[in-house]
């Protein structure tokens, strides 16, 4: 059990029998009443979202979860698949848990799985991710106004927004929650 003042961002909450991750969590103390947390939730298992207030003093139940980490290997066509790095044993994990999160995944990177039950619920992505820039189109300088910004494909098929100055391969850094360019990372 969690007591609603500590509940934080990335914290697996249970609720009616399924986990759900917690993606947002804001904190109100009004001037009248007692203080509670707004938390928006992301259920783990079919990808509803959830937004739920819960008073600081309230106590809810929070889900065990195993963290794994795992190199990802390869796409099946159902799930992608993952080797524990420290059993070497094959973790599956559906593609309909991981919708959005497809073209954040490259052969050979490390990730922690999200294990709750036995089964494998969710695949954590770092925040910054750098990428190398597979497609893209030229402009010529001064054709448009300041901060223009062109449309990429990196490797993995993810598609960002970046500055007019941006060319093929070179290497970027994108924010993967937001799934916004960050910077040119130069090597």
């Known amino acids: 059990m969690i007591r ?3 509940i934080a961002k990335g914290t697996v909450l249970l609720n009616k029998g399924s986990p ?3 993606v947002e969590r804001e904190f109100v103390n009004p001037g009248k009443g007692a203080a509670f947390a707004r938390v928006k939730m992301k259920n783990l298992r079919d ?3 959830l937004t739920q207030t819960i008073k600081t003093a309230d106590t809810v139940e929070d889900a065990v979860v195993d963290t794994h980490k795992g190199q990802y290997q ?3 066509g159902e799930s992608f698949v993952f080797m524990d790095t420290e059993s070497f044993e094959q973790i599956h994990v559906l593609k309909e848990t991981m919708k959005g999160k497809e073209n954040y ?3 050979g990177d490390e990730y922690e799985i999200l294990i709750w039950e036995g089964e494998p619920i969710d695949v954590k992505i770092p925040t910054k991710m750098v990428f190398v820039v597979e497609q893209s189109e ?3 300088k001064g054709d448009t106004v300041s901060g223009a ?4 494909v990196t490797e993995t098929g993810l598609v960002v927004r970046v500055p007019l100055f941006i060319k093929q391969g070179e290497k970027i850094m ?3 929650e937001t799934n916004e360019y960050q910077e040119r990372v130069n090597n």
């Open 47 to 49: 990808g509803s979202v």
């Open 138 to 140: 030229n402009y010529i």
């Open 149 to 152: 910004t062109k449309p990429i």
């Open 174 to 176: 994108v924010n993967t």
């Open 105 to 107: 995944l490259r052969e």
């Open 74 to 76: 390869y796409d099946d």
């Open 20 to 22: 759900y991750l917690v």
């Open 4 to 6: 609603g003042g500590e």
